[in-house]
């Protein structure tokens, strides 16, 4: 047995039997629980990341406002970029690394659910080298896979479908708003690659894989509601104001007050332009004011 | 201009943060990848008949080899059932799909004077002539059953074997007609799965379940005799000499019960699932265990004379030449146990480890040939150990 085996896998899967032992020997409540308990243990981590995530969303404006002011120098742009990251503490990177760490444990998790399934007798069979000498264990097994109906070692749509329902909540609601048109174009990609990709996978898979997959989107929305509300699920993208979000306005709006040696650019949007009434072409009362100047 | 071209160079932090994902969803994506064991392979083991050895291929067919001079003769290669494989080769249902290989045989082919029988992970059993390889006649005509892993065993003209339905049937050997079936299922058992093949002794099939249960069919129609609940899942053969039935489960325990009436004679606890027959020699039982050790238990009254520390897991029957037991462990490494002696010593390693044996030693001249994960049947001299030429089983499909 390989390090990877010994310390993560073997482990996992008896976790996995005795769970499965308690409670009847129900597989399907074993992989829940188990979910539940990984991430518990990866809170910190998760909360990091979201919390990262969530400042990187309220970053967006000001990031805005250096993409427009040095639209034409990108070497400037980064610099600037990455003097505002480190001016308000974000580091970038930070969201991948916190990934990074977790990704090995999910992979392990994944690992040990489809071989504690031991669909095949092969699988059964290979099993058996990672029990450890508990009575628990052994008189738990074959494990029932039956669970609400569903038998977890064939493959079943409507788990499936689950799957990119509650991945693609999951990733809107922690997708930041870009103002880079080729981010929001991958951003855009990746909401729709990802769940698109687990759905087929899950299609092909036994049952009991998109259940965890299920569960552990079903906490990450739990987990990502709680503390940064529904993100980039409630976000309207754009609204009447000039294009803005509305909430960006203010901020915008500041920049804008400066004078143009200030902030270095040729025009600068007044606060009596800024006003939407006044702007916004409103077509019965324009017409009645034409025809009252004629 | 040199400016210019280092920042096209130069990635920008939303690409460099791009590429990592790329990266980690690749390492994702291997990590992710099957797993070792979902699909089903196969490891039939041989039996030799008339200086020919019969097996099934993890290609999906019924191959024959003249031991004489070599020659090769197949059948046809039996289709997959209604479901499985998946989008990724992951589901093992009616078929192995390993690198696209055909249906999984698990169960050793079992002759009479002539046919050769064998049963498919599709959930068919298949009758060939033993001259040519001909398809006789194939079970169920129509549709299939679920997954045949268990052998099929004959006997007075009358043909047994379990499914993965959680019966037992018996159909006329000559013609494949259905005679009866029988379900593992009652009041006190569910009905699971059952992977293992039977044995039959003195009208009476016997056969474990992986619901846990070992059961006595009466051969003639069907009928349960007893039951005997152990606390495992029961994938192993039985072995049934003077009226005892050894059986090893997945609860670590060796049972003897008395064939008649199924209660218990006595009972040995190991460290690992009994997954191999045992074997009975001089009133001695040699019981290959998942835990690496062979245990030498007196078959009256199953107190453990001897332990042989093989160290790594043992899944296939092992098989007798002489005074000699013949083990081999799944990673390739053969032990010979003289019984006289009560030594053992290692014959041969295959492959340093590298392939997987799980499937029953098959015995010939005193040659041992074992039915190899890399599509080769190989050949070991049982008194040297000389590792022989194998034999090609694949036919490059």
């Known amino acids: ?294 | 201009m040199n400016q210019i071209s280092r920042k096209k160079r130069r990635l920008s932090l939303t690409g460099k943060i791009f590429a990592v994902t790329v990266l980690l969803l690749v390492i994702g994506a291997i990590g992710f990848g099957c797993v070792k064991g979902l699909t089903a392979i196969g490891w039939s083991g041989g039996v030799v008949s008339d200086d020919t050895i019969y097996l099934g291929t993890q290609e999906g067919r019924l191959v024959a080899f003249n031991l004489t001079d070599e020659s090769r003769l197949s059948a046809e290669k039996i289709s997959a059932g209604s479901s499985g494989g998946g989008l990724f080769g992951c589901i093992p249902a009616g078929g192995g799909c390993a690198g696209g290989a055909g249906v999984a045989i698990y169960g050793t082919p079992y002759f009479t004077d002539e046919l050769v029988y064998i049963a498919g992970y599709n959930g068919k059993v298949y009758a060939y002539n033993k001259e040519n390889l001909a398809t006789r006649w194939v079970y169920p005509r129509e549709g299939y059953l679920e997954p045949i892993v268990g052998g099929v065993v004959v006997s007075d003209g009358r043909l047994y074997f379990g499914g993965s339905d959680g019966y037992v049937y018996a159909l006329d050997a000559e013609t494949g007609d259905f005679l009866w079936e029988a379900d593992t299922r009652s009041e006190d058992y569910k009905r699971d799965k059952i992977w293992a093949t039977p044995a039959i002794a003195d009208g009476t099939m016997y056969i474990g379940s992986t619901n846990k249960v070992f059961y006595a069919f009466n051969t003639a129609d069907g009928s349960r005799k007893w039951v005997f609940p152990t606390e495992g899942a029961v994938t192993a053969t039985p072995l049934v000499v003077d009226g005892t039935v050894y059986i090893g489960s997945h609860d670590r325990y060796l049972y003897a019960l008395n064939a008649a009436d199924g209660t218990l004679k006595w009972k040995f606890m190991a460290e690992n699932w009994f997954w191999a027959k045992p074997l009975l020699h001089d009133g001695k039982i040699y019981a290959a265990c998942l835990d690496g050790k062979v245990y030498v238990l007196d078959a009256a009254t199953g107190s453990k004379l001897n332990e042989f520390d093989l160290e790594e897991p043992l899944a296939s029957d092992p098989v007798m030449h002489d005074d000699n037991v013949i083990f081999c462990t799944r990673e390739g490494a053969i032990y010979s146990i003289n019984t006289a002696q009560n030594s053992l010593r290692q014959l041969a390693v295959i492959d340093e480890g590298k392939v997987e044996i799980n499937g029953p030693l098959a015995i010939h001249d005193g040659v041992i040939y074992i039915h190899t994960s890399d599509l080769l049947l190989r050949r070991v001299n049982a008194e040297t150990g000389a590792i022989l030429s194998s034999l090609v089983l694949s036919f490059g499909e």
């Open chain 1, 1 to 294: 047995m390989n390090p990877w085996e010994l310390i993560i896998q073997q482990p996992l899967i008896n976790c996995l039997i005795v769970i499965a032992s308690v409670f009847g020997g129900n597989f399907g409540v074993s992989i829940i629980i188990l979910t539940i308990v990984i991430n518990l243990a990866m809170l910190p981590l998760t909360l990091s990341q979201i919390r990262s995530s969530k400042k990187m969303m309220d970053l967006q404006p000001k990031l805005a406002e250096l993409q427009k002011k040095h639209a034409k120098d990108k070497q400037k742009l980064a610099q600037e970029q990455m003097a505002l990251y480190k001016e308000t503490g974000i580091k970038p990177a930070g969201c991948l690394l916190t990934f990074v760490i977790q990704l090995p444990v999910w992979i392990a998790l994944y690992q040990s659910i489809m071989l504690a399934m031991a669909i095949a007798p092969e699988g059964l069979l290979n099993l058996s080298s990672y029990l450890y000498h508990w009575e628990a264990v052994f008189n738990a097994l074959p494990l029932s896979r039956s669970f609400l109906g569903l038998n977890l070692a064939e493959p079943n749509f409507i788990l499936a479908i689950f799957v990119g329902i509650t991945q693609w909540v999951q990733q809107k609601m922690a997708q930041a708003p870009s103002t880079d048109p080729r981010q929001a174009q991958q951003s855009q990609m990746m909401l729709w690659l990802f769940p698109m990709m687990f759905t087929l996978i899950s299609i092909s898979f036994p049952a009991g894989l998109p259940l965890y997959w299920v569960t552990n989107s079903i906490i990450r929305i739990i987990i990502q509601y709680k503390l940064a509300g529904w993100g980039g699920l409630s976000r309207k993208p754009k609204t009447d104001e000039g294009g803005r979000d509305k909430k960006y306005v203010d901020l915008i709006s500041s920049a804008e007050r400066k004078s143009t040696d200030e902030v270095g650019a040729d025009i600068v949007i007044t606060e009596q332009q800024q006003q939407p009434s006044k702007n916004r072409y409103l077509p019965g009362k324009d017409r009645e004011k034409h025809r009252k100047r004629k």
